[in-house]
């Protein structure tokens, strides 16, 4: 099993570009959520599903569209980059409860300039 | 919303010593779960230790073990034996129904 995986790793934008973070997952996971991580703040859940067809809404979500139309497959767009949106994106992956470890990808470090 | 708080933006101990990294959550939902997560140098994130908020009883990975007071709304995690590998940065976590939320992280240095 490959687990949870993200593309790219690096990614440099320009204000006002649009990009898609992929993420995918092998191990037929209902959960999957993005975070992203900002130096002294810890993560911060952007977008979650619980399974296909169902998204909702984390604590950042403004700025981010997700869509969830396969059970592998989690992508995370940035409709209009802004320099606020410079981060370090994960995605995570887990069984259907609350109780399930999350794996988490191995992250991918935007820089919007 | 739940808001969890980590204290300790930095703690250091001696190799083979004990070391205590503190969390505290806030929340009005009765059934949640808790969990810490180390991230090292590499920034993968992986699951140290988890407590369902229903089980009075503390839970104990192998040299990893919590205190868990429900009524303080308080979640530790105590490292023993520490390793030079332990070195990271330690988050704290909660989930309730569906929504996840971290700590800001403790980063742990470990002195040989």
């Known amino acids: 099993n490959a687990g949870v995986t993200q593309t790219p790793k690096f990614q440099v934008l320009k204000t006002g570009q649009s990009m898609t973070l992929q993420c995918a997952q092998d191990m037929n996971h209902e959960y999957m959520s993005w975070y992203r991580q900002d130096p002294g703040m810890g993560l911060r859940l952007i977008h979650y599903?619980?399974?296909?067809?169902?998204?909702d809404q984390g604590e950042v979500p403004n700025g981010y569209n997700v869509s969830r139309s396969t059970t592998e497959d989690f992508p995370l767009r940035l409709l209009s980059a802004a320099p606020s949106q410079t981060s370090v994106y994960f995605c995570a992956s887990s069984l259907g409860t609350p109780r399930d470890e999350q794996f988490f990808g191995p992250g991918t470090r935007l820089t919007v300039l | 919303a739940q808001t969890v708080t980590q204290s300790q933006p930095e703690m250091s101990v001696q190799e083979a010593e004990t070391v205590t990294l503190s969390c505290t959550y806030d929340?009005?939902?009765?059934?949640?779960?808790l969990f810490w997560y180390k991230q090292p140098p590499s920034r993968q994130m992986i699951l140290v230790i988890r407590q369902e908020a229903y089980k009075q009883q503390n839970a104990t990975e192998n040299r990893f073990s919590v205190n868990f007071q429900k009524a303080a709304k308080s979640f530790s995690l105590k490292i023993s034996d520490s390793q030079l590998g332990d070195a990271a940065m330690y988050f704290c976590a909660y989930r309730g129904s569906n929504d996840m939320r971290f700590g800001a992280g403790t980063r742990l240095t470990v002195k040989p």
């Open positions: 599903s619980v399974g296909a067809g169902i998204t």
């Open positions: 929340t009005s939902e009765s059934d949640y779960y």
